[in-house]
């Protein structure tokens, strides 16, 4: 189950597409820490936490759970955070804790990289017998940035994103929410790229169907 | 339209939109995708719908941390000093 902390509406990302927001002003709060600074980390958590919430949701049964392990992979970075080497970004050693205290209560298999459904991710009956479109995509691009705007949409892709396998909501998650680079995916989940673009591919996917039938009445 | 059988069909177009997105398509593979896409308005309409929906599910954004759990996170960092201490 996804735990939903997901509300807010912001501006458009700033920035390069999957630009992570600001990651690099972690290094000078990492190295505050080192130095026995309270608030930074403080403010460490106050800029993962939700993420971590997010993916922490993805692998375990309830909210309460996923706060847990979301503490747990806190002091297991204030146990191991002089032994951080610097080989891989802060966050992307602070997920890859997250996601083995996740595992380790239990939750789930990591090693099973199901990617959830199968089939093709457009209706067959949409395309003739050459596959060329029969029921084209019906136009509503437009109309999204105004639904957007007026909150409307928020909950339909919330729900959409709920909806998906597991596999594929972290991946997209991570990848389109959080701004992770698809290296940095890999890297947390411990999946190929291969593996990575196929997930991506079927959620972002049925997302993009949900929208379609939200907005262009398919 | 007619496809000759080195054109990539719509139904492959939206299969392989993400290894495009991705850059991750060989190169021949990427000129026969542009080359469809330039002659068709509906997997046109479909990638900018993709972009779209990646660009709706990005502006999705969490809750900032409350003072209630600033003030947990506080005093679980408070806790471990002194245990490590």
């Known amino acids: ?218 | 339209m007619f496809w000759s059988k080195h054109d990539l069909a719509c139904q492959e177009m939206v299969e392989l939109i993400t290894d495009y997105l991705e850059g991750a398509l060989p190169r021949s593979q990427r000129r026969r995708f542009e080359a469809h896409l330039a002659a068709c308005e509906h997997c046109t309409e479909y990638l900018q719908q993709m972009r779209a929906t990646i660009r709706l599910t990005g502006s999705l954004s969490a809750e900032d941390l409350t003072p209630a759990m600033r003030e947990e996170f506080t005093e679980l960092y408070r806790r471990w000093r002194s245990e490590g201490d």
């Open chain 1, 1 to 218: 189950m996804h735990v939903g902390v997901i509300a807010a509406i912001t501006g458009p990302r700033r920035g390069t597409r999957g630009a992570p927001p600001a990651v690099d002003e972690d290094g000078e709060l990492v190295a505050r820490l080192r130095a026995g600074d309270e608030q930074a980390f403080v403010a460490l958590v106050a800029r993962h936490h939700a993420a971590m919430v997010r993916l922490a949701g993805s692998f375990v049964s309830s909210a309460a759970v996923a706060e847990e392990v979301v503490q747990d992979t806190w002091v297991g970075v204030l146990r191991g955070i002089d032994g951080f080497a610097g080989r891989s970004s802060f966050r992307t050693w602070l997920m890859r804790i997250l996601v083995n205290r996740a595992t380790s209560t239990g939750m789930r298999e990591r090693r099973s990289v199901a990617v959830g459904d199968a089939g093709p991710v457009v209706d067959r009956a949409r395309f003739d017998a050459s596959g060329a479109w029969m029921s084209p995509p019906q136009h509503w691009v437009e109309d999204s940035d105004d639904r957007m705007l007026a909150q409307g949409l928020t909950d339909e892709i919330q729900a959409a994103l709920d909806g998906l396998p597991a596999r594929q909501r972290e991946v997209v998650v991570l990848r389109d929410v959080d701004g992770m680079s698809a290296r940095e995916v890999c890297s947390v989940l411990e999946i190929s790229e291969a593996n990575q673009r196929v997930l991506l591919h079927r959620g972002r996917s049925h997302l993009r169907q949900a929208l379609e039938s939200e907005l262009g009445g398919l």
